[in-house]
């Protein structure tokens, strides 16, 4: 799977944004798919996830509320809503595809997921 994140940019401190993550090479209705972000000097951490056998969705604790992952099969992309942004979710914001959910949801680092997007900066402003 080829996945192509887009959509960031900069924003104010309670702005929004959507990021969008568009896949080629395989459908993605079989693919838990997510959505990670990073900072420089700092872990690559787990921000969202739609699971593909339930439908359900999963979030980090420190977008709960604000952000929204969603997909699209038919358009083959999976979407991120993020709403009330604040300054420390500056980051560059990754997409990934992996047919085992737990290596997400229990994530281990970049090389434990088996598809990833090459990232699109997020810089929200105070």
């Known amino acids: 799977v080829q996945l192509q994140a887009s959509g960031g940019g900069l924003v104010q401190a309670g702005g929004s944004l959507r990021l969008s993550c568009a896949a080629s090479g395989r459908t993605i209705s079989t693919y838990n798919m997510g959505w990670f972000r990073q900072v420089p000097g700092a872990e690559r951490q787990f921000v969202a996830a739609?699971?593909?056998?339930?439908?359900?969705?999963v979030y980090g604790d420190s977008v709960k509320g604000r952000f929204t992952i969603s997909r699209d099969n038919a358009k083959n992309t999976v979407y991120l809503q993020m709403n009330s942004l604040k300054p420390e979710d500056t980051a560059v914001y990754y997409c990934?595809?992996?047919?085992?959910?737990?290596?997400?949801?229990?994530?281990?680092?970049?090389?434990?997921?088996?598809?990833w997007g090459q990232g699109t900066l997020v810089t929200v402003s105070s």
């Open positions: 990934a595809a992996d047919n085992t959910i737990a290596r997400m949801l229990r994530f281990r680092g970049p090389e434990s997921v088996d598809y």
């Open positions: 739609s699971i593909w056998t339930s439908g359900n969705t």
